[in-house]
């Protein structure tokens, strides 16, 4: 049996690669000819789509957009809740490590950089949802850990998370579910 919150992560995953796979195979100059090898963007919208070497729009859901999860989803200040998806994200992401995860680590796991990590991990301590601690492995390092009241907000959101997938997977039987994440594994190597 697929678990909702892996078809849903596999699906988030999905135009990265493709992206991914558009940058790989234009070279060091790119399909376009320009410095670094991104392919050139085409159509409307601000570039994220329509280009030959773009993935085509999302094949479900907003037209052009995968469609709109609640806040705890999603990584950006772009939505209307701001810098709140991240620290929603953040905690959901420390919670499944609960002997704590170095910033670093989380970083790369929220698919953010160093210096917004480190900004918003400031103001979840600030807010009382984290703590910073010696590693035990190693007395330099620090790890984060969620405080009682971050715990209870992680909960929360997962919470939140499972009711929206359950949602969004609803109109798929257990053997369409399974057949979309196997194409999706196959899609995404």
């Known amino acids: 049996m697929v678990k909702n919150s892996e078809l849903f992560r596999k699906l988030m995953m999905f135009p990265k690669v493709v992206s991914m796979a558009a940058f790989k195979a234009g070279g060091p100059e790119g399909p376009g000819g320009g410095k670094g090898g991104f392919p050139p963007c085409h159509g409307p919208g601000p570039g994220f789509h329509g280009g030959p070497h773009m993935p085509p729009p999302f094949p ?15 990584k950006g200040p772009g939505g209307p809740m701001g810098h709140m998806v991240n620290r929603e ?5 420390i919670s499944e490590y609960p002997d704590g995860i170095r910033q670093k680590e989380l970083a790369e796991r929220a698919g953010i950089n160093a210096s917004t990590t480190s900004e918003l991990v400031s103001k979840l301590e600030d807010d009382g949802y984290l703590v910073r601690t010696i590693d035990e492995n190693d007395r330099r390092a620090t790890v984060l850990k969620l405080t009682e009241m971050g715990a209870v907000r992680a909960e929360e959101i997962s919470s939140e998370r499972e009711a929206f997938m359950e949602g969004y997977f609803s109109r798929l039987t257990e053997d369409e579910k399974q057949t979309l994440s196997d194409l999706l594994d196959k899609l995404i190597g």
């Open 60 to 74: 479900f859901g907003g037209g052009d957009r995968p469609p709109m999860p609640p806040h705890g989803f999603g």
């Open 89 to 93: 994200r953040m905690l959901a992401i």
